[in-house]
């Protein structure tokens, strides 16, 4: 169902004239399912190929950092926001792709924890089994969100933290008692096919949403490809199918 709403989407995009045989992409884990998508159907079309390496957002900051470089690069606003800060990405490119909120997610046929209310929230993470999240920038805020309401502590001997969200999601949909699981919405509605339930969005009042950008690289030996690529995956369609899975959109338009 995910394919053909892409496929949808990008088949009515704008066309894109400018090509390159190949553009290389840093990328964030939780754009991860549609990124791949577009990547595949934009290849179709122009015949230049995408190759992405996903990572979770404190990690790209790290290797962007370290000297690593790509002609793209699409991660939380403050990674790009610094790497343009530092000469590392070119801030007339840098465009809004979408937000995500952070969601709740279960075992797909479990009972679904109440999370309705802030207090709701806290009491069924203390009847929970294990607390799983991961290391990229939703856990990162899950982590303080639980220092904030005094759980720590309380939760410490059940909380599972794991490499990234697909890692999270994966052990919430093998699991076997009764778990609760926290990442972007976007990564648990593609973990689904694998057991995993989403429950439905933190409580607004703890909720947190991280703006994803995109920006082509100062190094980049194919910047007008890598904005044509960038423009493609900002058109109205792309942020539709963006939308299907969780993202939001952004009121913001896609490089002119």
């Known amino acids: 169902m995910l394919r053909r709403i892409y ?28 990124l791949t998508s577009f990547a595949r159907e934009y290849k179709q079309q122009t015949g230049t190929e995408v190759k ?17 470089s790509a002609d793209i690069l699409i991660a939380p606003a403050a990674v790009v926001d610094q790497a343009v800060k530092d000469g590392k990405a070119a801030g007339a490119t840098r465009v809004e792709i979408g937000r ?42 899950v982590h303080k969100m639980l220092a904030d309401l005094g759980l720590a502590d309380e939760l410490a001997g059940k909380v599972l933290q794991l490499a990234n969200g697909e890692a999270a999601m994966e052990r919430i949909g093998a699991g ?3 778990e609760i699981g926290f990442t972007m919405i976007s990564e648990i509605t593609f973990a689904e096919p694998k057991g995993v339930a989403l429950v439905g969005p933190l409580p607004a ?3 947190n949403y991280t703006t994803y950008v995109g920006a082509v690289m ?36 896609g490089i002119q």
């Open 218 to 253: 100062t190094t980049s030996p194919s910047s007008d490809a890598a904005r044509a690529f960038l423009k493609y995956i900002t058109t109205p369609a792309a942020r539709n199918a963006l939308a299907a899975t969780g993202w939001e959109r952004m009121v913001s338009v």
């Open 100 to 141: 995500v909120a952070v969601g709740v997610a279960t075992r797909r046929g479990a009972p679904h924890p109440d999370i309705s209310s802030v207090e709701a929230l806290k009491a069924s993470l203390r009847k929970a089994d294990t607390v799983v999240y991961s290391q990229g920038t939703s856990g990162v805020y």
């Open 52 to 68: 992405i390496s996903f990572d979770t957002g404190p990690n790209l900051a790290k290797r962007v950092a370290a000297g690593e």
């Open 205 to 207: 009042a703890v909720q």
């Open 7 to 34: 496929t949808v989407a990008i088949l009515a995009a704008v066309a894109v004239p400018i090509s390159a045989a190949e553009l290389s992409t840093l990328a964030t884990q939780a754009v991860g399912a549609a």
């Open 176 to 178: 076997k008692g009764n």
